[in-house]
Structures are given as C-alpha cells and as structure tokens.
C-alpha cells in the first residue's frame, strides 16, 4: 500500500504545473523567512519628512510574481514583463532584491525555451538595456543629502536674512546618506544584474538545445525501430516464400513420381509382376526421400527435430536421374566444365531448379518424353539446362506455381531464368546462377 502512494506521489510530482508551483512557493516561503518586507526597507533619517514604506504594495507585488511564477510555461513572455513589473516595483519602494524577484531571471530562461532565439535575445536586449538604465539613474540620486548641513552652517536664508551664528557653540555636522545597500556601488550594479539576466537566457538556450536534440534522438530512434519492424516484416515474408517453395518442390517432385510409378506399377501387375514390386519399392523410396525434404525444410525455422540429414544439392542429381529412370522417364545427365565446390544456397537453389524442371517434364511432357539435364560449370556462374521432347503444351507463360518459385530463386542469388519451348519441340528451362563474387 505504502509502495503504491509512494508511486502514486512521485508521478504526481514529476507534472510540470506541480514543479513550477512548487517553485514559487519555495521563493516566497524563502523571501518571508530570511527577510520579509520590513528587512528589506530600511527606515529613513530622523528628519526625513517621507512617508513610512509601503508594505501593503510589497505584498501586492510579491502576490502577483508568485502566481506569474507558477504559471510561467503557458504565457511565459506576458508573465516575464509582470514579473519585471512587481521587481522595479519592489526596488521602487526601497526593498532590496528578494528571493521572490528571480521570478524574473527565470521567466526570461523560459521565454529562451519556449520562444524563437530570435524573440529571446531581443527580450534578452531590451532587459540588459533597462538594467543598465535603472542603474545609472539609482546611481546618480544616491548622492547623500546636505539640506540638513547646509540649514546648519547658515547657507540658507530665512526672509532673506542670513541667522546669527552663535559665538561660542561648537557645531558638530552630521551627515546621512542613503542606505547603501541600494547603491549599485554596494552590490556591483549592472554587472550582477547583467550577468544574471545573461546567464538566465543561456540556460534557456541551452535546455532549448537539448531539448531539440533529444527529440532528434527521440525520432531518430523510432525511426530506426521502425526500420526494424518493416526489415523483420519483409525477412518474415521472404522465409514464408522460401518455406513454401521448398515443401512445392518438395511435395510436388514427390508426388509426381509417386504417380507415375503407380500407373506404372498397376499397368505390369498382371504380365510384369516383378516389375510392380520395383514400382512399389520406388514409391517408398520416393515417399521417404520426400518425408526427408519436408523435415528439411520445417527445420528450417524450428518446427521439426533438427537433427536430420544435409541439405540436397548437384551431387545428389544423379541419383534423382536414376529415380526418374525406373520410374519411366528416361533422363540423361550432362555435366561440362571443371566442377568446384559451390555456396551451399546457390548448390541447394541449382538442385531444387533442376528437380521442378524434370517434376514438370514427368507431369507435362506426356507418355514416352525424356529429359536431358545439363550443368555447365562456368567463370563466376552455373549454368542448368532441362530440356525435354515432350508433346503436351507447356505453359509458356511462367503463371504456374513452379515456374514462378524457379524464377524467384533465381533472382534471390542475382541469377536469371528463362523458361519456353525448345526450337525442336519439347520444352526448355534454363537458369544461371552466379557465385559468390571474387575480391576486387
């Protein structure tokens, strides 16, 4: 409970219209405690035929700065020229500066900060130049009065007769100045106020600078964050397209050559029995191999066991071939050039070309079509060829869901792919895939 006021009571403190309140009423409780009016405002000479001090208008001002004080982030120029009001008005009665008057030093901090600099030094300006006013007329009617010793030595007249001297008195002058502590001599006069006045406007200045500069961060960093989420979004969408072409080529591959052995299997069932326990024997291989892929890629991010076998590639083309083959479709592997070791992506996306290619040759060519597979091993590229002599019409297009996932894993590693039918009839598809660039 204590834990919760406690809470309660700390974000109830950190409002800004708490703060500047409490502020206020900290310089009038200090300007009361330490001074009050009657400190402030010595009282004249003996003969001083002035009027006792005003407290009643001291206490007006104070009671205007206070509430001007505290609501100095609304309308912070209109209050700093209050403030400024109930000072000369303090000084104009005779009081000494009191804690309650740096209402004004902190009005013209604020003015810095809420305002335009421009605005600010202007204000800024025309302050130092009141100061400075202020102080050179107190300076000048500070002199110390000689009406008393002037009555005394006899320099005035009276009906215009100058009064006998005594003969034997002794006359001893006495001289009374004003107060000195509302000299500016006293208490440095302009250069205190000036640099009060100055350092108040560079404090302004410069939590106005910091200010603007943690909202650059401020934005900065949510721009950054927001940077984040969009690359996070779009890494998101790129593994769910990775995913799905690789359980399409992976089902689709699979299934295909399922089918196919199936046909053939039921066909030989009566005359060719050995032959449909090979076909049997190939749909369990070929579903297994499948199962294999698709753990493959649900491993990928998490979903199976990871511990599985490695990822497909070139190498593994010839045993695909030979699948194929005792599956019915006869396919021929050609490899050219001086092969090397490739980046596993650019090994697993040749593969994975090369397995829709002939999944679309086994679907789409017809009865009695073969294929031939061809990898030139190139400067800087493999190149991948599937051409078949098939007689069914292809989709020449690219719209179907193979043709498009070969494309895009062309274009992720900076490769090409074209795809139509071949000049001698049947249909060709061929990718170049480029390696990792050599160092410049």
């Known amino acids: 409970m204590s834990h919760n006021v406690f809470r309660a009571f700390r974000a109830w403190s950190r409002r800004l219209w708490v703060q500047d309140a409490g502020l206020a009423l900290g310089l009038l409780a200090a300007t009361v405690m330490t001074t009050g009016p009657e400190g402030m405002m ?46 000369v008005t303090h000084m104009s009665i005779g009081a000494l500066g009191t804690p309650v008057d740096l209402a004004t030093p902190i009005l013209l901090g604020t003015v810095a900060v809420r305002h335009s600099r421009r605005l600010s030094v202007g204000v800024l300006v025309a302050f130092v130049i009141g100061a400075t006013l202020w102080s050179i007329g107190l300076t000048d009617t500070g002199a110390a009065p000689n009406g008393l010793e002037e009555a005394i030595q006899g320099q005035t007249t009276v009906s215009g007769k100058r009064p ?30 000036g640099s009060v006045l100055i350092a108040a406007w560079a404090f ?18 949510r721009d950054l964050e927001r940077q984040r989420d969009q690359r996070a ?38 005359n060719r029995p050995a032959d449909t326990r090979a076909a049997l024997a190939a749909i369990v291989e070929t579903g297994r191999g ?32 030979e699948r194929l083959r005792g599956a019915g479709t006869p396919v021929e592997l050609r490899i050219e050039g001086r092969t090397a070791p490739l980046p596993s992506t650019v090994d697993l996306s ?4 090369a397995q829709e290619a002939l999944t679309n040759t086994v679907k789409h060519a017809g009865p009695g079509a073969s294929a031939v597979v061809t990898l030139v091993h190139a400067d800087g590229e493999i190149r991948v060829s599937v051409t078949d002599d098939g007689t ?18 062309a274009e992720l590693l900076g490769g090409t ?24």
């Open 233 to 270: 979004a779009l890494a998101v969408a790129a593994e769910r397209d990775r995913i799905s072409r690789e359980l399409h080529d992976v089902v689709a591959h699979g299934l295909s050559v399922m089918v196919v052995q199936a046909q053939g299997g039921a066909a030989a069932m009566d």
């Open 290 to 321: 499948a199962l294999a892929d698709m753990r493959r890629a649900l491993a990928a991010v998490g979903s199976v066991d990871a511990t599985r076998e490695p990822a497909p590639g070139l190498a593994d083309l010839a045993g695909l071939a």
């Open 392 to 409: 069914a019409a292809p989709v020449a297009d690219g719209s179907g869901n193979g043709l498009r996932g070969m494309r895009e894993r």
């Open 350 to 353: 040749a593969y994975r070309i």
């Open 42 to 87: 010595p009282p004249g000479p003996p003969w001083s035929t002035e009027p006792m001090p005003n407290y009643g208008l001291w206490w007006l001002a104070t009671a205007v700065a206070v509430p001007a004080l505290a609501l100095r982030r609304r309308w912070p120029l209109p209050l700093l020229a209050v403030c400024a009001l109930t000072a």
């Open 164 to 193: 006998p001297a005594p003969p034997t008195a002794e006359i001893k002058m006495l001289h009374y100045s004003e107060p000195e502590g509302l000299l500016p001599a006293t208490w440095g006069g302009l250069p205190v106020l």
């Open 204 to 221: 302004g200045s410069r939590a106005k600078a910091r200010r603007a500069w943690l909202d650059e961060l401020t934005a900065r960093a």
């Open 417 to 440: 792919l074209t795809a139509g039918p071949a000049p001698g009839g049947g249909f060709t598809v061929e990718a170049r895939l480029p390696i990792e660039r050599r160092p410049r």
